[in-house]
């Protein structure tokens, strides 16, 4: 039988496989990722069909007018080298055409990621740590249901390159897991997330104006894992203060990757963003 290869736009229950797929690739997805990756962009997950079999897939998320982000970019061991992938590649650049687009490329495809137009900005590096499950006593922090969505927006747009409204909504109130602000001065002053995924807990994003801000949110996220649970922050390496945090907990680096754009560096304040929110969607 001849190859028939085609490419289409994923259903719902088929970001579940990409899903899977990333965890089999030791990238450890979070339990409820599918939901809130696709409550993004549902136009923006592709999938290769060979002889109507998946072998690949690709994430192509558009944010507002401006940007859009890549990732879930794999193609099944068995089928490598063949050139599926390059044909997820190009509809996932079709689709975002006109736009910003960024990505977390891992270190072995960052030569190739420049060929096609994509500048490295910086390394973001992976921390594990552990869960305290230890309660913080400290009134500047609420649960972030307490914060309007008007005002959590305002301030996420202020650390991300275009508006993901939808993305938010799913992201800060997916189940189990643990959102939180710090608030004083009667504003938000950052937040942070911790979710489930497949080995314990990751924290992100984690914004802040400074590091204590920073400092009190991890202490009380990582008081939402608990004790002895493995916790992960992805930490933009020019941020010297989460690098700082990090260290300071005794964290441990697993894992790097770049974070990539095409048309430039979005300019983002990297000194308030202590941990990225995921490396698949930005």
Same mark, same amino acid.
């Given at each position: 039988?001849?190859?028939?290869?085609?490419?289409?736009?994923?259903?719902?229950?088929?970001?579940?496989?990409?899903?899977?797929?990333?965890?089999?690739?030791?990238?450890?997805?979070?339990?409820?990722?599918?939901?809130?990756?696709?409550?993004?962009?549902?136009?923006?997950?592709?999938?290769?069909?060979?002889?109507?079999?998946?072998?690949?897939?690709?994430?192509?998320?558009? =944010?507002? /007018?401006?940007?859009?982000?890549?990732?879930?970019?794999? %193609? *099944?061991?068995?089928?490598? &080298?063949? $050139?599926?992938? @390059?044909?997820?590649?190009?509809?996932?650049?079709?689709?975002?055409?006109?736009?910003?687009?960024?990505?977390?490329?891992?270190?072995?495809?960052?030569?190739? =990621?420049? /060929?096609?137009?994509?500048?490295?900005?910086?390394?973001? %590096? *992976?921390?594990?740590?552990? &869960?305290? $499950?230890?309660? @913080?006593?400290?009134?500047?922090?609420?649960?972030?249901?307490?914060?309007?969505?008007?005002?959590?927006?305002?301030?996420?747009?202020?650390?991300?390159?275009?508006?993901?409204?939808?993305?938010?909504?799913?992201?800060?109130?997916?189940?189990?897991?643990?959102?939180? &602000?710090?608030?004083?001065d009667e504003r938000l002053k950052g937040y942070g997330l911790l979710r489930p995924c497949r080995l314990g807990f990751k924290i992100g994003p984690l914004f802040?104006?400074?590091?204590?801000?920073?400092?009190?949110?991890?202490?009380?996220?990582?008081?939402?894992?608990?004790?002895?649970?493995?916790?992960?922050?992805?930490?933009?390496?020019?941020?010297?203060?989460?690098?700082?945090?990090?260290?300071?907990?005794?964290?441990?680096?697993?894992?790097?990757?770049?974070r990539m754009y095409t048309r430039g560096d979005p300019g983002l304040p990297l000194r308030n963003i202590f941990g990225v929110t995921t490396f698949e969607l930005?």
């Amino acid at each position: 039988m001849g190859e028939d290869y085609a490419i289409r736009r994923m259903r719902r229950d088929e970001v579940e496989l990409a899903i899977d797929w990333a965890a089999a690739e030791g990238w450890n997805p979070g339990l409820n990722d599918a939901d809130c990756f696709y409550s993004a962009d549902p136009k923006g997950f592709f999938i290769g069909l060979l002889n109507d079999e998946p072998v690949g897939c690709i994430s192509a998320v558009a =944010y507002g /007018k401006t940007f859009g982000f890549l990732g879930l970019y794999i %193609v *099944r061991q068995n089928f490598r &080298g063949r $050139g599926f992938g @390059i044909g997820l590649w190009h509809e996932g650049m079709d689709y975002l055409l006109g736009r910003r687009v960024g990505l977390d490329g891992v270190v072995e495809q960052q030569e190739n =990621y420049k /060929k096609s137009g994509f500048q490295f900005i910086h390394r973001s %590096v *992976r921390y594990q740590g552990e &869960g305290t $499950g230890d309660t @913080i006593d400290d009134p500047g922090i609420i649960d972030l249901s307490e914060v309007s969505f008007n005002d959590l927006k305002r301030y996420d747009m202020l650390h991300f390159p275009d508006q993901r409204d939808q993305f938010l909504k799913t992201w800060v109130d997916q189940p189990n897991s643990v959102a939180l &602000g710090f608030v004083g001065d009667e504003r938000l002053k950052g937040y942070g997330l911790l979710r489930p995924c497949r080995l314990g807990f990751k924290i992100g994003p984690l914004f802040a104006e400074d590091e204590r801000v920073a400092e009190s949110l991890f202490r009380a996220l990582t008081g939402g894992a608990e004790k002895g649970a493995p916790v992960f922050l992805d930490v933009p390496e020019p941020n010297s203060a989460a690098l700082r945090l990090a260290e300071r907990h005794k964290m441990e680096k697993t894992f790097e990757t770049a974070r990539m754009y095409t048309r430039g560096d979005p300019g983002l304040p990297l000194r308030n963003i202590f941990g990225v929110t995921t490396f698949e969607l930005g």
